[in-house]
């Protein structure tokens, strides 16, 4: 087994650094906030009556947080959109934004040309690509994300860049406090987390050990839901495991269900439950009977809960960063290189050259 304390293995086994992408998650908010104070969009896109965000994958996952943090403060319905096909409701009045890393996902730019048919109102996110061509030609605002990373290494822009098109439109309301304090909180987290960090102190290395072997089964509710999905996918990428997310209350009027066989489940998956501060109060409770049930049943499984507080804000983007290093030192632990994904590409790669009717 590898030790997670020796310096020597990160160079070794990460070579194209998803370690410094993970370590600048703070950095990426903090400059992404200020590189778009200069973003403008036109007043008329204040008026809409729904938002949809279209994305994949990594670009994806910054719209579900967002989406999960304010939905219900905002009077609109927000929909992540993860497919070609549009959803009927579009049409003027839907705010469209179409967010890619590469500004190449086929999925993206199908839904985004549609899009563009149907309303006025749309944003790109993106480093480039054919989605900037895109936005030029319908003359659409587009924000250039520039930060060289994997995708979902660069979610700090994306997370932060939806953010702050929501504030710009006074879909919520967020103050530049609110905004400092959370990349404090998240700066002085990260130092807790760092392989510097021996990991008798280090939450995320030990979380790690105790998953090796096991396939994660990650648990959130509310805001946290949909970090679990970005922990589950982080282990796809960066650990290359299998792993699967589900979702409180939901989880409690099925999956629980399903724990009596193969009988040997037990020894081949651990449960991460993330919880929230600000959880309502009745999944605090699903929470902790959950967690009795899987106890009961001798389960290995792991609560997770982020002090202090903060506000939601920042305890989601804490908790985004732990799984982020649970993930990488999983990663390690498995001597596989946690930047790249060969399937992802070899499958992007032959849809490329694949032939289209
Ligand atoms: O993490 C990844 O690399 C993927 O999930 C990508 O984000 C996904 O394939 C979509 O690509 P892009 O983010 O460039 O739109």
């Known amino acids: ?93 839907t705010l469209i934004i179409a967010s890619s890393y590469s500004g190449n996902t086929e999925e993206t730019i199908t839904a985004f040309e549609q899009a563009c048919q149907k309303t006025p109102k749309t944003i790109v996110i993106s480093t480039g690509g054919k989605l900037a061509s895109l936005s030029r030609k319908y003359r659409c605002p587009f924000f250039k994300i520039r930060y060289g990373a994997q995708p979902r290494a660069a979610l700090g822009y994306s997370f932060t860049a939806i953010l702050k098109i929501f504030q710009k439109l006074k879909i919520i309301e967020i103050t530049e406090d609110e905004i400092k304090e959370a990349i404090l909180l998240l700066t002085a987290y990260n130092k807790k987390l760092t392989p510097e960090l021996g990991t008798g102190e280090n939450r995320a290395k030990q979380i790690a050990e105790k ?42 009027h099925n999956f629980i269900a399903g724990l009596e066989v193969p009988k040997d489940l037990k020894e081949k998956v651990i449960f991460l439950i993330l919880q929230s501060h600000f959880d309502y109060p009745r999944n605090k409770l699903r929470q902790n009977l959950t967690l009795q049930i899987l ?18 804000l ?44």
């Open 1 to 93: 087994m590898n030790n997670l304390d020796n310096p020597k293995i990160y160079k070794k086994l990460d070579p194209e650094n998803m370690l410094g992408n993970i370590q600048e998650f703070s950095s990426q908010i903090e400059n992404c906030w200020i590189e778009m104070a200069d973003f403008t969009l036109p007043t008329h896109y204040i008026k809409h009556k729904n938002i949809l965000i279209l994305g994949m994958g990594g670009s994806a996952i910054g719209g579900d947080l967002v989406r999960s943090l304010v939905q219900d403060k905002v009077p609109v319905p927000i929909t992540v959109h993860r497919d070609y096909r549009l959803p009927g409701f579009v049409n003027s009045d």
């Open 211 to 252: 998953i090796l072997g096991r396939i994660p089964i990650v648990l959130g509710s509310e805001i946290l839901s949909e970090v679990a999905i970005r922990w589950k996918t982080q282990f796809n990428e960066n650990s290359k495991t299998i792993s699967f997310f589900e979702r409180l209350p939901e989880a409690n």
């Open 314 to 357: 920042s305890e989601m983007l804490r908790v985004i960063l732990l799984g982020d290093y649970v993930s990488y030192y999983l990663a390690i632990l498995y001597r596989v290189d946690p930047t790249k994904i060969p399937n992802v590409e070899y499958l992007k790669e032959r849809l490329e050259t694949a032939f289209m009717p």
């Open 295 to 312: 106890q009961q049943n001798h389960f290995s499984y792991e609560s997770i809960m982020i002090e202090p507080a903060g506000t939601s």
